[in-house]
C-alpha cells in the first residue's frame, strides 16, 4: 500500500480543486492553513484571540 499518491494522481486533483474552487469567487488571501484548536489562544481575561504557529501560511483561497 502506497501512502503518497503518484505525482500525476496528485497533479489531477490540484487540477479539480483549481478548478472547482475558482467558480466560487472565494479570492486568493494569506492563510493562517493549520488552524488547529492547539493554533489558537483565547485569553478569558482580555477577551482576546492569538493565531500562532504560521509555518504553514501562504496564500489559499479565503474560503479555506
Known sequence: MELIPPK????EEYALLKR???VLGSPM???HNDLLL???IY???KKTV???DY???NLNY???
Open 43 to 45: 485569553n478569558s481575561d
Open 8 to 11: 500525476s494522481k496528485l497533479e
Open 55 to 57: 509555518e504553514y501560511s
Open 29 to 31: 488571501v494569506f492563510c
Open 20 to 22: 472547482e474552487l475558482s
Open 38 to 40: 492547539a493554533n489558537v
Open 50 to 52: 492569538t493565531f500562532i
Open 62 to 64: 479565503q474560503a479555506f
